[in-house]
Structure formats: C-alpha cells, structure tokens
C-alpha cells in the first residue's frame, strides 16, 4: 500500500520529525485522518475528493524517454 497512516496524539496533534521523512512527500488530512506517501520520480498524484472529504488518490505514473 503507497499510503502510510500517520498516528496522531492523544489530543489528535500531528508531530512529525522532517528530518526522518522521504525526501519528497505528501501529507493528506482528511475527516480526522492523516496519511503520507512519497512521492514518485515521475508521475501524476490526483486526490479526489467528494462532500468537502477526500475519496480516493490517483497516481498516474510515467518514465521520461
């Protein structure tokens, strides 16, 4: 699975260390929820969403020729 469930603490704060993140990331929050993913070298990342909620994460991966 690309995306990782991030732990929020007890008073739902999200601390993250930069430091021991992937060089190129993506935080999504959505409905008291967070997850992240690195991102691809080439690619599309589309994030849908539907009713102010985020639905579904598209990455349309390519290589340059």
Do not use: Y
């Not at 007890?10 to 260390?17: E, F, Q, R, T, V």
């Amino acid at each position: 699975m690309r995306l990782q469930e991030v732990q929020l603490d007890s008073a739902n704060n999200l601390k993250l260390d930069i430091m021991k993140l992937p060089p190129t990331c993506v935080i999504v929050i959505s409905d008291g929820k967070a997850k992240l993913s690195e991102l691809p070298a080439f690619a599309e990342t589309n994030i849908v969403t539907h009713g102010g909620k985020v639905k579904r994460i598209r990455w349309n991966e390519g290589e340059e020729f």
